[in-house]
């Protein structure tokens, strides 16, 4: 196994990490944005305001995008054991 495959696992598997928590990040981020304005505006300093809007959006990301998440992960997974006879050989 060379150093070059090497990297261009590593970076198929960083790519993947991306892809994968992309989605979920953004949300989070979208939804902390949204709440952090609404207690700016209403003067409510509470910290477990903005848990509980996140872990419902998280759960809504989970619900919808899932299965992508999923099949991506399996077909990432499938693709790299097929490799490893042209990896070490």
């Not at 790519?15 to 700016?40: C, D, K, N, W, Y």
């Not at 872990?55 to 499938?78: K, S």
Request: glycine share 6%.
């Amino acid at each position: 196994m060379t150093p070059e495959t090497v990297v261009t696992v590593m970076q198929r598997a960083m790519e993947l990490m991306v892809l994968l928590g992309g989605p979920l990040l953004l949300a989070m981020l979208a939804t902390g944005l949204i709440v952090s304005i609404f207690q700016a505006a209403t003067q409510i300093n509470e910290a477990t305001l903005s848990f509980i809007p996140k872990l419902i959006v998280a759960f809504i990301v989970f619900i919808l995008a899932g299965p992508w998440m999923i099949e991506t992960a399996m077909d990432y997974t499938v693709r790299l054991y097929q490799s490893i006879p042209q990896l070490i050989g």
